[in-house]
């Protein structure tokens, strides 16, 4: 679509056309013409369609926009509509003209705006001719249909990246770390536990080039779990957690499998394919279960713990993850680095409301995974970490050799 050189120099020198790019406009610079694509609108028989604006410019010397010398802009589609059927006072009629190879216009407008005494006024800079007709062509469609948009290149160059990823990953190419991100491409990572950690775990990995992502919980929203989610999901009381988290994350990742079943030794070949499991139950024995067979099937794993305790003032908190193979789960199976059993009295059970701690253990889980796949570095192979609040220490025993 982009003519980069052209469209580059005019970016780089205006930061009105760097802004619309990153909000998600479609846009280019061909030939003198300013182009936006894909641009909502309504017919006169009020269906929802695409067009394309284009406009001239004026540029200064040193490749900066100046104020408009017209009030003239073309289009590329069907004369749009409002919401009664009425024309748009858009000015202008059938027009053809040839912007650029394959972009040819229907009709041009000339649409001016008004002084404080009626006098049609010159625009005071490209950017509110621009704004000005942006806001009256897609102003009826975005009232008809709420769930359509104008920020075609979201969808357009999210499909270019060739991921589920709905979004373009632009964090990644913004910071020159696109070979990074890139190294979950192509795998298949579950899930197991959605409460607050697990929750969490998916917030982040929700936003990264996982080809699938695989949630395992048989249990239901209730009042205290919409604490411990990320954000707030409005309606899901009741729901099926991998539901109600599907609902949410799917706008993230276009390749989230809800799977509404607790994970025993009658369905654990489900994990058979997957090149990572997250562990975010609370129940020790299935943990254990679940570590030994993953780690004896050779497929990496992290599994999360948390305590919540009374102190002398307040609270003291234990975050932990543990993992990610064979050597690890034989270094640490049935302590306190992977328990076997479960605590009693804690006040977690009395479901208290800490999701900053479960966001806090879930990103060392997320930190941990991305280890495994080297996107950070890793000095050291210690099969636990545990952060005590009280402390704020680390804790790594249990290297494995």
């Known amino acids: 679509m982009e003519c980069d050189s052209e469209f580059r120099a005019l970016a780089s020198r205006n ?36 067009g394309d604006w284009a406009s001239p410019v004026d540029l200064s010397a040193e490749g900066v926009l100046a104020p408009p010398s017209d009030h003239q802009a073309w289009f590329r589609g069907e004369r749009p509509h409002d919401q009664n059927g009425r024309q748009l006072r858009l000015g202008g009629g059938a027009n053809r003209i040839n912007v650029g190879e394959g972009f040819e216009t229907n009709y041009s407008f000339s649409y001016k705006l008004l002084d404080a005494a009626g006098r049609a006024r010159p625009y005071a800079s490209f950017e509110e001719k621009v704004q000005t007709y942006l806001d009256t062509i897609t102003g009826p469609a975005l009232a008809a249909f709420p769930d359509t948009t104008p920020l075609r290149a979201i969808e357009v160059k999210a499909a270019e990246q060739g991921t589920p990823l709905r979004f373009p990953d632009t964090l990644s190419s913004r910071y020159h770390m696109n070979d990074l991100s890139r190294l979950l491409e192509g795998k298949r990572v579950a899930i197991i536990g959605l409460g607050g950690t697990g929750s969490y775990i998916l917030d982040f990995i929700a936003r ?23 954000g707030f999901i409005p309606g899901v009381i009741g729901m099926l957690k991998v539901d ?28 058979r394919d997957f090149d990572f499991v997250f ?6 024995p299935s943990r254990i279960f679940l570590a030994d067979w993953l780690s004896t099937s050779g497929i990496p794993f992290v599994d999360c713990g948390m305590g919540l305790n009374r102190a002398p003032v307040g ?3 234990v975050v932990r993850v543990t993992g990610v193979d064979r050597a690890a789960y034989e270094a640490t199976a049935r302590t306190v680095f992977l328990p076997g059993g479960d605590p009693e009295g804690g006040e977690y059970r009395r479901q208290g409301q ?10 060392l889980a997320v930190v941990r995974f991305k280890q495994h ?3 950070y570095d890793r000095l050291d192979e210690a099969a636990s970490i545990i952060l005590e609040t009280s402390s704020s220490e680390l804790d790594r025993p249990n290297v494995v050799p």
């Open 279 to 284: 562990l975010a139950i609370d129940h020790g």
């Open 15 to 50: 930061l009105f056309v760097q802004n619309l790019e990153e909000q998600g406009y479609l846009i280019d610079f061909v030939g003198g013409y300013f182009l936006i694509y894909g641009l909502p609108y309504l017919n006169e028989r009020g269906e929802l369609v695409y």
């Open 315 to 317: 609270l003291n908190g």
């Open 244 to 271: 109600a988290l599907f609902k949410q994350y799917a706008n993230w990742h276009s390749n989230i499998t809800p799977v509404p079943e607790r994970v025993t030794e009658a369905n654990i070949e489900r994990l």
């Open 354 to 363: 800490i999701a900053e701690l479960n966001a806090l253990n879930a990103a």
């Open 373 to 375: 796949f080297a996107i």
């Open 208 to 230: 990264t080039h996982l080809a699938e992502i695989a949630l395992f919980d048989d249990d239901k929203v209730h009042m205290h779990t919409i604490f411990r989610f990320p």
